[in-house]
């Protein structure tokens, strides 16, 4: 989604502003814009589309800054366009404010100012800010005591940076529901919103919380929060590299992050399976073991596929724990006064940490005494923080907006969890074992699978004009049935929907033609004769069908048009098998269709509004 990154020191600033906002590029977004000061002057730029296009503006007009703040916007309120990308004004055009999230009561806010004489300009919700900032500093504060006293008026979510003519020494920045992080340099010190964007120049990071506002000047800041608390913010080192930001040789990040995967999910096992034991360590969930053990109920919240994976996880924790599971969409769970009772644990599966829905009904939840835990892969992420406790999935960042490694990664925690739990009530520890030393074999498996991409390629070679896919599952495949369409529709904008297999005579079968592709995901399992039935279903239709298949299976090539098979494991585990092949069917139709797969259109990596 939008992104924000600010510069102060000795160096030049434009060129740091620019790196910075192409860092932030994978989150998605339609314009972008620069604001810089210099001797007691100032200058702004900004366009549609892409920074590239920026970077090229910017290059005739040799501008050289000591400070500015830089921004790419998604559109909320407002076409995408140059007038409606930030940083926005005051009226005198010396005060420029940076902003991500959405300010709830900006019309009544902007009707205020219109009173006082404020002229707007462009159709956002943001530009209220600049203009009631300017409102207090008419009235004799300093551009700290303007930020604070209008975002006390401020009902809604930000991150903001703002910079001031007239005190050309500082960037004010602060943070409610919008990702905001401080990197301290030497002699130098940023604002960005995302910890990517400024990497390469520091490693010392400070997290803003919800309410905090800072003060930063080139070799120092100051932290308060909006109400005036004074605040002490302890300082990060990050240990993630930018090398492993990079495409590392890949032609997308998607397909790096598919190709990662073996490691990704090693990482997220590592040190945690106890093998003599037959369960996991999970050390973020030391203090809450026993109350998660006790639960009465799981709720999962979360979105996409991270919703994808909580529904495996129902699978898993219904069948090993006895707990009752249920999986909410986050957006409806939010609004619905869900029902929470004492022993209600409620986990939130999120990748990025920050979307804006499953951080919601965190809140909400733990406003209602639910056991708040949370499984992110962004460390230090808002809903890591905001959670009782939790478990990253130490997947390593995900670049591209179609979601893979992190998907994987939060099954292999999901089953972790899963050991954990039953292993404290009905599980023997023969059981256990077994199902520990399946998991560690899942990243050799992974490794097997993806050595499949040319046959895969050459699948997507014969599909990629298709309009539409069906993809049907049975139980733990059942997900993976609607992960499959999910990376399909995302980044090749065919429609695809995805079934319990056993389903689709209820409806579904209607489509069925020469022209709609099923894609079955059926490996021998418990209900492979039933898929079997389905997958002849189709084909008496003349549909053409593509199978995930047992490697050990051979009769199904009898029946189907194509198979891809795919090495054995336990029920529970094999969704993180089964899902491998349809990323890959749906990164190369994409590729083949000429689409951007790492920036599909009107999506962004981190939906931090509603
Ligand atoms: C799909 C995808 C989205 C996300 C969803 C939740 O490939 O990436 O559906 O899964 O927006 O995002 P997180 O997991 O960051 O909460």
Same mark, same amino acid.
């Given at each position: 989604?939008?992104?924000?990154?600010?510069?102060?020191?000795?160096?030049?600033?434009?060129?740091?502003?620019?790196?910075?906002?192409?860092?932030?590029?994978?989150?998605?977004?339609?314009?972008?814009?620069?604001?810089?000061?210099?001797? %007691?002057?100032?200058?702004?730029?900004?366009?549609?589309?892409?920074?590239?296009?920026?970077?090229?503006?910017?290059?005739?007009? %040799?501008?050289?800054?000591?400070?500015?703040?830089?921004?790419?916007?998604?559109?909320?309120?407002?076409?995408?366009?140059?007038?409606?990308?930030?940083? %926005?004004?005051?009226?005198?055009?010396?005060?420029?404010?940076?902003?991500?999230?959405?300010?709830?009561?900006?019309?009544?806010?902007?009707?205020?100012?219109?009173?006082?004489?404020?002229?707007?300009?462009?159709?956002?919700?943001?530009?209220?800010?600049?203009?009631?900032?300017?409102?207090?500093?008419?009235?004799?504060?300093?551009?700290?005591?303007?930020?604070?006293?209008?975002?006390?008026?401020?009902?809604?979510?930000?991150?903001?940076?703002?910079?001031?003519?007239?005190?050309?020494?500082?960037?004010?920045?602060?943070?409610?529901?919008?990702?905001?992080?401080?990197?301290?340099?030497?002699?130098?010190?940023?604002?960005?919103?995302?910890?990517?964007?400024?990497?390469?120049?520091?490693?010392?990071?400070?997290?803003?919380?919800?309410?905090?506002?800072?003060?930063?000047?080139?070799?120092?800041?100051?932290?308060?929060?909006?109400?005036?608390?004074?605040?002490?913010?302890?300082?990060?080192?990050?240990?993630?590299?930018? &090398?492993?930001? &990079?495409?590392?040789?890949?032609? %997308?990040?998607?397909?790096?992050?598919?190709?990662?995967?073996?490691?990704?999910?090693?990482?997220?096992?590592?040190?945690?399976?106890?093998?003599?034991?037959?369960?996991?360590?999970?050390?973020?969930?030391?203090?809450?073991?026993?109350?998660?053990?006790?639960?009465?109920?799981?709720?999962?919240?979360?979105?996409?596929?991270?919703?994808?994976?909580?529904?495996?996880?129902?699978?898993?924790?219904?069948?090993?724990?006895?707990?009752?599971?249920?999986?909410?969409?986050?957006?409806?769970?939010?609004?619905?006064?869900?029902?929470?009772?004492?022993?209600?644990?409620?986990?939130?599966?999120?990748?990025?940490?920050?979307?804006?829905?499953?951080?919601?009904?965190?809140?909400?939840?733990?406003?209602?005494?639910?056991?708040?835990?949370?499984?992110?892969?962004?460390?230090?992420?808002?809903?890591?923080?905001?959670?009782?406790?939790?478990?990253?999935?130490?997947?390593?960042?995900?670049?591209?907006?179609?979601?893979?490694?992190?998907?994987?990664?939060?099954?292999?925690?999901?089953?972790?969890?899963?050991?954990?739990?039953?292993?404290?009530?009905?599980?023997?520890?023969?059981?256990?074992?077994?199902?520990?030393?399946?998991?560690?074999?899942?990243?050799?498996?992974?490794?097997?699978?993806?050595?499949?991409? &040319?046959?895969?390629?050459?699948?997507?070679?014969?599909?990629?004009?298709?309009?539409?896919?069906?993809?049907?599952?049975?139980?733990?495949?059942?997900?993976?049935?609607?992960?499959?369409?999910?990376?399909?529709?995302?980044?090749?904008?065919?429609?695809?929907?995805?079934?319990?297999?056993?389903?689709?005579?209820?409806?579904?079968?209607?489509?069925?033609?020469?022209?709609?592709?099923?894609?079955?995901?059926?490996?021998?399992?418990?209900?492979?004769?039933?898929?079997?039935?389905?997958?002849?279903?189709?084909?008496?239709?003349?549909?053409?069908?593509?199978?995930?298949?047992?490697?050990?299976?051979?009769?199904?090539?009898?029946?189907?048009?194509?198979?891809?098979?795919?090495?054995?494991?336990?029920?529970?585990?094999?969704?993180?098998?089964?899902?491998?092949?349809?990323?890959?069917?749906?990164?190369?139709?994409?590729?083949?269709?000429?689409?951007?797969?790492?920036?599909?259109?009107?999506?962004?990596?981190?939906?931090?509004?509603?």
């Amino acid at each position: 989604m939008c992104g924000i990154v600010g510069y102060i020191g000795d160096k030049n600033c434009v060129p740091i502003l620019i790196n910075g906002l192409k860092r932030l590029e994978y989150r998605g977004y339609d314009s972008a814009g620069i604001a810089v000061i210099f001797d %007691h002057n100032s200058q702004i730029v900004k366009n549609k589309g892409k920074v590239s296009l920026l970077e090229d503006k910017l290059e005739s007009l %040799h501008l050289f800054s000591n400070l500015g703040i830089g921004h790419t916007r998604w559109a909320t309120h407002g076409i995408p366009n140059e007038l409606n990308a930030h940083p %926005h004004f005051n009226s005198e055009k010396n005060l420029y404010v940076i902003h991500n999230g959405i300010i709830e009561n900006y019309q009544t806010l902007k009707k205020g100012l219109q009173k006082l004489g404020y002229e707007f300009i462009t159709q956002t919700d943001s530009e209220v800010l600049p203009h009631l900032i300017d409102s207090f500093l008419k009235k004799g504060n300093s551009l700290f005591k303007s930020v604070q006293l209008s975002l006390n008026e401020v009902e809604g979510t930000y991150g903001i940076a703002v910079v001031y003519e007239k005190e050309p020494d500082k960037i004010i920045a602060a943070r409610k529901g919008s990702p905001l992080v401080l990197g301290i340099g030497e002699n130098e010190n940023f604002v960005a919103s995302d910890v990517s964007a400024i990497l390469s120049h520091t490693k010392q990071i400070v997290y803003l919380e919800d309410g905090d506002i800072i003060q930063v000047f080139k070799d120092h800041f100051s932290a308060k929060t909006i109400l005036d608390k004074d605040i002490e913010k302890e300082i990060h080192e990050i240990t993630m590299t930018l &090398d492993e930001i &990079d495409k590392g040789g890949y032609s %997308h990040f998607m397909l790096k992050e598919i190709m990662e995967q073996p490691e990704s999910v090693r990482n997220s096992m590592r040190g945690r399976i106890l093998f003599d034991e037959g369960t996991s360590k999970l050390g973020g969930l030391e203090n809450v073991a026993e109350a998660l053990a006790a639960s009465n109920r799981i709720i999962i919240s979360a979105c996409g596929t991270s919703w994808h994976a909580g529904l495996v996880g129902k699978y898993m924790l219904e069948q090993f724990t006895r707990i009752p599971t249920e999986v909410e969409y986050a957006s409806e769970f939010r609004y619905r006064n869900p029902i929470i009772n004492k022993g209600d644990t409620i986990f939130f599966i999120s990748q990025s940490g920050e979307t804006a829905d499953t951080l919601a009904s965190l809140k909400e939840s733990k406003m209602r005494g639910a056991l708040a835990l949370g499984i992110c892969n962004v460390v230090g992420s808002s809903i890591a923080r905001e959670s009782n406790a939790g478990v990253y999935t130490h997947a390593g960042p995900e670049i591209g907006v179609a979601s893979t490694k992190a998907f994987t990664s939060q099954l292999v925690v999901l089953s972790l969890i899963t050991l954990l739990i039953a292993r404290k009530k009905y599980m023997s520890i023969v059981d256990g074992k077994s199902i520990a030393e399946e998991l560690s074999k899942i990243p050799d498996k992974i490794a097997e699978i993806l050595k499949l991409n &040319d046959q895969i390629e050459e699948i997507a070679e014969v599909f990629k004009e298709a309009k539409n896919f069906l993809y049907l599952g049975r139980g733990y495949n059942f997900p993976v049935a609607l992960e499959g369409a999910l990376k399909l529709k995302e980044i090749s904008y065919i429609h695809a929907e995805g079934y319990p297999a056993a389903e689709m005579k209820h409806g579904p079968i209607a489509l069925i033609d020469e022209n709609m592709p099923a894609v079955f995901i059926a490996p021998k399992d418990s209900t492979y004769d039933k898929i079997i039935s389905n997958i002849q279903e189709v084909k008496a239709r003349r549909g053409k069908i593509i199978a995930v298949a047992s490697q050990c299976d051979n009769e199904i090539d009898k029946i189907v048009d194509y198979t891809i098979k795919i090495p054995d494991t336990i029920r529970i585990l094999m969704p993180l098998l089964t899902v491998i092949p349809l990323q890959l069917l749906a990164y190369h139709i994409a590729v083949k269709k000429g689409l951007n797969v790492d920036q599909p259109r009107n999506l962004a990596k981190s939906v931090t509004v509603e």
